[in-house]
């Protein structure tokens, strides 16, 4: 293929630069037009299954959108448009449940609250057995959700049955608009730092998220930990209006550039809500999109420590064009920069029009120094060649080799001990208190449940890996019996990157002061 370029670029080196260059150009494009109806032609007239011209002609979009090798472009069928409608915008006309499949059962794994399906009794760890008395037995999990949605105001019929209770439950449930919150909660740790995961960003992101500020910020909050990690971005707007919270008024938080040239510039506005209460935001490989907007533009104007490892790297802009008959095309079309000029968008391979993922080490030592270096607004070194770079490294907690091990050896079944686990710790739940300790007694009962579940676990393996059989059965048993911001207070100690943003908060009063402490810990060469 190099080879074939390279002689096409010669023989048009040698064409003078008149009106017979665009001549060729044109001409090309004439022949692969013709090229496109006479395939499309003999597929529709010779191939030994009849195809609608219909389906033709969306299979061939379907085609072309695939192989422009841009994995976030997608044709929407009417029903698909609607499908992304709810996904991005955060409500829907459904129950207020979520659910997974179990091995062929849809289980539902959390109630959210002031829901229908809350108020109508439903717990986690019911099995959905049919919907309007049809039984959902083998249907995909797509189905069920399907079934369960519909407009506002219109009932119903569910049938569950539930772990420990004999006879089915049949509940009908009112669907309503539910609301999937963004901040799920906040907690005010040891030394009134505050804790606040921004899980994703819906169309209430914003509004939330400036609540929780003020929450904490009466709780006598003195800095605040801002977790993104794990947020794959969402409406870019409330990244946008969160960001605007802490940055001063006409400070710029990120460019959006497409290749006509042109620049659309987002800036803040007003008067900050906390201009000054120290922050420091955790980032992961999963953090993307608009979370690196926040995290780029709190990092490149000193308003943010950021610590943990390097983000994703999404910083394409995605348009969405409506087409005629309902459909939509989703194309990109530009790329984000952060105020210092950096892109977000980290180049990777794409192959048949998805990311190859590959082991990230953009935050070593030695890959830095072959990356642009760009400069914060108080002129600190950050780093640029895609995704949010941290000032601080802390690599999550490493698992011991027998940990290891053990996950290893349950991995062929872990279908299986996530279920085995699941059931075990809805029987728990209602049996603890707050500051409960996964005992012997419990590991031994699960190791019993497992081996008669079919999954394969050395005894002495088993005990070897008990720090992690403890962690996950605890975890679990909390966030069922207490919720979320009990289940994060239990496991805080096994998360290194939230120890260490807290640690640093604990010394540093001012924002300055966590930047010096940062500067302190990098080694030579890095700073």
Excluded: C
């Excluded at 420091?280 to 953090?287: F, I, P, Q």
């Excluded at 895609?386 to 290891?404: H, K, Y």
């Excluded at 890996?465 to 009990?486: K, N, Q």
């Amino acid at each position: 293929m190099n080879r074939v370029r390279i002689s096409m670029l010669a023989a048009v080196v040698l064409v003078p630069l008149t009106t017979g260059a665009f001549l060729i150009e044109h001409r090309d494009s004439r022949d692969s037009a013709r090229l496109f109806d006479q395939v499309l032609s003999l597929v529709s007239d010779r191939f030994v299954d009849t195809v609608p011209s219909a389906d033709l002609y969306e299979k061939a979009a379907r085609g072309l959108v695939r192989e422009i090798n841009d994995p976030y472009a997608a044709l929407y069928s009417p029903k698909q448009l609607a499908e992304f409608t709810a996904s991005t915008g955060g409500r829907y006309a459904g129950l207020g449940m979520l659910v997974e499949d179990q091995q062929g059962v849809t289980v539902v794994s959390r109630v959210y609250p002031h829901t229908p399906a809350e108020a109508g009794g439903v717990h986690d760890g019911d099995h959905i057995v049919a919907v309007e008395n049809q039984a959902v037995h083998g249907w995909k999990l797509p189905q069920v959700t399907d079934a369960l949605k519909g407009n506002p105001g219109t009932q119903v019929s569910v049938t569950f049955a539930r772990p420990g209770v004999t006879a089915p439950i049949v509940l009908k449930l009112t669907r309503a608009v539910i609301h999937i919150p963004a901040v799920p909660y906040t907690i005010l740790l040891d030394g009134k730092i505050g804790y606040l995961p921004l899980l994703q960003f819906n169309e209430t992101s914003g509004d939330e998220f400036e609540h929780a500020v003020q929450t904490l910020a009466r709780e006598g909050a003195r800095g605040i930990v801002i977790d993104l990690r794990g947020n794959g971005g969402g409406i870019v707007d409330q990244a946008i209006d969160i960001s605007n919270l802490f940055l001063r008024d006409g400070a710029e938080i990120a460019t959006v550039r497409a290749r006509s040239g042109e620049v659309q510039r987002y800036a803040a506005r007003g008067t900050p809500l906390a201009p000054t209460l120290p922050l420091v935001v955790l980032t992961d490989g999963y953090t993307a999109s608009a979370s690196e907007i926040v995290a780029g533009a709190l990092q490149d104007h000193d308003r943010a420590l950021v610590v943990g490892t390097t983000s994703f790297g999404k910083g394409l802009v995605q348009s969405l064009f409506t087409l005629d008959g309902g459909w939509a095309l989703k194309l990109t079309t530009a790329k984000w920069y952060t105020p210092s000029g950096r892109s977000i968008q980290k180049e990777r391979k794409v192959v048949d029009g998805k990311i190859v993922e590959e082991p990230d080490s953009l935050e070593t030592d030695t890959v830095k120094k072959n990356r642009p270096q760009y400069k914060s607004d108080a002129g600190r070194v950050i780093y640029g060649g895609g995704a949010i770079t941290p000032d601080v490294v802390v690599q999550p907690d490493t698992l011991s080799m027998p940990e290891q091990q053990f996950l290893k050896a349950i991995s062929p079944k872990s279908q299986e001990f996530y279920i085995t686990l699941y059931n075990y710790s809805m029987e728990l739940k209602d049996k603890v208190r707050p500051d409960f300790a996964v005992t012997q007694a419990w590991r031994d009962e699960l190791y019993r449940r497992l081996t008669a579940a079919g999954v394969p676990i050395d005894r002495k393996l088993y005990v070897d890996a008990t720090p992690e059989v403890d962690r996950v059965l605890g975890d679990r048993v909390a966030r069922f019996a207490f919720g979320d911001s009990t289940a994060k207070r239990r496991e805080l100690s096994d998360d290194n990157q939230l120890v260490r943003a807290v640690e640093l908060l604990r010394k540093g009063t001012t924002q300055q002061d966590l930047f010096t402490l940062a500067q302190h810990e990098l080694p030579s060469g890095s700073r």
